[in-house]
């Protein structure tokens, strides 16, 4: 077999040059996303997202500061940040999320079963399908900031959100009653919430095979609801149990 070492008969080499657009500093405009709080910090709208946020938190009871227990583990935050933009592209708004560590959490200290169920898109089709068929309403309802109302039965602590240390106490940390967007257990504590407020309003939980499909039967009137990660798909025959189903949980705490 001749070969082109073997003949000395090299391919020739080829250059190709490539340009590579030099990226916005995002310390230099709002427009771009920023990655830290340093460069957050330094433009009045995403301290605005940031006050919001924190805000937020702090009327949902998300934690109460405490002294610093000795030898427990301490979970960190960060500030994500996020630009809202509509349909056509403008800006809707700057948001901020304060996330929490996960990783820093220790199995069996802070965090212990951390499985949700989440709806499979066969039991979506099947529900639909169903509703088409039998010419019901159908809704879907997006629940804002969802995992940040599931409560926590563990005991996690965290450091104080960067910008927001309380003068007063700056050793003190974050003792959480809520649960924070990177938790390990956020996901599962957000499922118990929504089940039992379901449940609580007359819902059943069907077979265990499907635990995220719940139905109800007032006065003769079959329900379906699916749950999705952070939504609601609603499946009823009379569209007044759609309205008061969503005043429901809008009023739920």
């Not at 020739?12 to 490539?18: A, E, I, L, M």
Request: proline residues 6%; contains cysteine; charged residues 20%.
């Amino acid at each position: 077999m001749t070969t082109r070492a073997r003949t000395q008969t090299l391919k020739p080499k080829s250059f190709h040059v490539t340009r590579h657009p030099i990226t916005p500093d995002p310390t230099s405009s709002p427009l771009q996303e920023p990655t830290t709080y340093h460069q957050a910090s330094k433009h009045s709208c995403w301290q605005q997202a940031m006050q919001v946020e924190y805000s937020v938190l702090l009327r949902n009871n998300t934690w109460s500061l405490v002294p610093r227990p000795r030898d427990t583990n301490l979970v960190g935050c960060k500030w994500v940040y996020k630009i809202k933009r509509r349909a056509d592209g403008s800006i809707e708004r700057y948001k901020a999320r304060l996330v929490a560590k996960g990783f820093h959490q220790e199995e069996g200290v802070d965090y212990f079963d951390t499985f949700s169920p989440v709806v499979k898109q066969t039991t979506v089709r099947l529900v639909l399908s169903l509703a088409i068929s039998k010419g019901w309403s159908v809704c879907q309802l997006d629940i804002n900031n969802a995992f940040l109302n599931g409560e926590l039965q563990e005991t996690v602590f965290m450091e104080q959100p960067k910008g927001f240390v309380n003068s007063a106490f700056p050793l003190h940390v974050c003792k959480l009653h809520k649960a924070l967007y990177g938790l390990k257990q956020a996901p599962r504590a957000w499922f118990n919430k929504l089940k039992n407020f379901l449940l609580s309003t007359g819902f059943r939980a069907c077979h265990l095979t499907l635990p995220y499909l719940f139905i109800t039967r007032p006065q003769r009137l079959s329900i379906s609801l699916s749950m999705l990660m952070t939504s609601l798909l609603q499946v009823v025959i009379h569209p007044s149990f759609l309205g008061s189903l969503e005043c429901s949980t809008t009023r739920s705490p």
